[in-house]
């Protein structure tokens, strides 16, 4: 299958949303076009990339839709996930529903921080981050989110790759240097707040 | 001034955390790229739509650059932000420490649960949504910050619509409609998961 972008594979995952919301056995590309906030023409497209689906004047099979994108999104097989940093953002996204419905189970937390380790978060003690490197190689892990300060972040990375991590959510406002077999996405608050204030500042 | 691409804004704002905690007087396109994870030729072309800042063999001007990336991206005024949904991830941003320090200051807090509003939030009483009309009547704010469950989000961002917010960054997990006259962004942490569960079963 040739590589999908970026951008389509984000709006996949808004059609997957509402797939799993509609209650009809078939669905529109002008219906999903609305609900995902884009064109008509953008849904034929990005669902043409995986064969043929929909039928002229019928629309697309919703449970057959909802399976395919799935797949492709690599959603059927489930994730273990990793956190490392138990501070306030980490809190939020232990406790944030999304993640577990979609099938991203945050299975360890890790500080070091003395007063949070063996603190009780959602069910999970956070551990001490000394043990990351051992826990990995009884429980390996594909994802990690990193929330720890910018200033340890690399090295927490490098301690993730090194472990066998192929995939890390990023909330330091950092760049991060991995290797080629690793993809990380990086989530900067105040940069969208920034692109926010430009709009503003250029209206 | 001509519109500069979403992805540049991004870059910009992303030099502009290097140059700020940079200690010398100038600074190179290469050291920049190396800093923010581009190519130096990326570096010069951003930078080239502003005028010519660099001098060939020595660099960019710290403090000129700096001055002019905070100017293009509005950052100079700072802004007043409201946030409407005291949940666990509203209770994240509003301690963020990246907002304040980029101008960015949480003003006001709502909440329409009655076990939030009237309690105390890093200095701010949560106040209940029904005031969120006259509030911002009398002190307007061009941002807001939406984290609310996904069905009130529309709803929520429709009140500040009619009550003169211009730009807004989104939590809720849900596409939101608004004028032409409006921006919105929209955080949306599991999509950022599936993009890389996407990236592991693909490679």
């Known amino acids: 299958m040739r590589k999908i972008s970026?951008?389509?594979?984000?709006?996949?995952?808004?059609y997957l949303r509402?797939?799993?919301?509609?209650?009809?056995?078939?669905?529109?590309?002008?219906?999903?076009?609305?609900?995902?906030?884009?064109?008509?023409?953008?849904?034929?497209?990005?669902?043409?990339?995986?064969g043929s689906f929909g039928k002229r004047g019928l629309?697309?099979?919703?449970?057959?839709?909802?399976?395919?994108?799935?797949?492709?999104?690599?959603?059927?097989r489930?994730?273990?996930?990793?956190?490392?940093?138990?501070?306030?953002?980490?809190?939020?996204?232990?406790q944030y529903q999304g993640f577990k419905q979609r099938g991203f189970h945050i299975t360890a937390i890790y500080d070091h921080d003395a007063r949070k380790i063996g603190s009780r978060w959602n069910g999970l003690v956070v551990r001490d981050v000394t043990h990351l490197e051992n826990d990995l190689k009884k429980d390996p892990s594909d994802i990690?989110?990193?929330?720890?300060?910018?200033?340890?972040?690399?090295?927490?990375?490098?301690?993730?790759v090194r472990s066998g991590v192929k995939a890390i959510l990023n909330f330091a406002p950092v760049p991060l240097n991995v290797p080629a077999d690793v993809e990380v996405k990086t989530v900067n608050m105040a940069l969208e707040l920034e692109t926010l204030s430009y709009s503003l500042a250029n209206r």
């Open 144 to 160: 990690a989110i990193v929330a720890t300060p910018a200033e340890s972040a690399q090295q927490v990375v490098d301690r993730l």
């Open 18 to 50: 509402f797939l799993e919301q509609t209650k009809t056995p078939t669905i529109s590309s002008r219906e999903l076009a609305r609900l995902g906030g884009t064109t008509s023409a953008q849904v034929r497209k990005d669902l043409s990339f995986f």
């Open 78 to 94: 489930g994730y273990r996930v990793v956190l490392v940093g138990a501070g306030r953002m980490g809190g939020a996204l232990v």
């Open 6 to 14: 970026d951008s389509t594979v984000r709006r996949l995952s808004v």
């Open 59 to 76: 629309g697309y099979a919703v449970p057959e839709l909802t399976r395919r994108i799935r797949d492709i999104l690599g959603l059927e």
